[in-house]
């Protein structure tokens, strides 16, 4: 199944952009041999609509066009559900089991997600009830694939 993260907003080079690829070349090294590809990652402009409203709908466009392809849709929101890393794990994992084809993790602008963008998400999940900037939320996302990747791969988890 194929992992794709897809954000609004581009990064610029830095300590985020740094920490969000070497946990998506982790990550890559783990899911070949475990029925994963990726991540891959896509980035996508900020909307220029004046209203945020507007920018929520074009940018919401954009996003539903990669999850398109995806078997299954992640969007991520401050009003989502919380999961634990294992529960996280679980769900990439049971929908590898069923044949899906990939799955898309959505992450909204500065304005958050279009309305059809929750709608049509398989899940939605919240990173917890603080507010996060966008780039670090990209390395945290990022490194929770990482470690859905070890716990399904039978590594050692620093829980147990």
């Not at 891959?40 to 940018?59: I, P, S, V």
Request: aromatic share 6%; net charge positive; charged share 25%.
């Amino acid at each position: 199944m194929k992992i794709v993260i897809a954000a609004i907003g581009k990064m610029r080079p830095g300590a985020e952009k740094d920490l969000t690829e070497r946990y998506c070349q982790r990550a890559a090294q783990l899911a070949r041999g475990i029925g994963f590809s990726g991540p891959e990652t896509l980035e996508y402009d900020e909307a220029r609509a004046r209203q945020a409203a507007g920018r929520r709908n074009q940018e919401a466009a954009k996003l539903l066009g990669v999850g398109a392809a995806a078997g299954h849709r992640i969007a991520f929101d401050e009003g989502g559900k919380a999961l634990t890393t294992r529960q996280f794990a679980g769900k990439l994992g049971a929908w590898r089991d069923q044949g899906a084809a990939s799955c898309a993790l959505l992450i909204g602008g500065p304005d958050g997600h279009g309305k059809e963008v929750l709608e049509r998400a398989d899940l939605v999940l919240a990173l917890g009830a603080m507010t996060w900037p966008h780039m670090l939320a990209r390395a945290m996302i990022a490194e929770q694939v990482y470690r859905a990747m070890t716990v399904l791969a039978g590594h050692p988890y620093h829980r147990d």
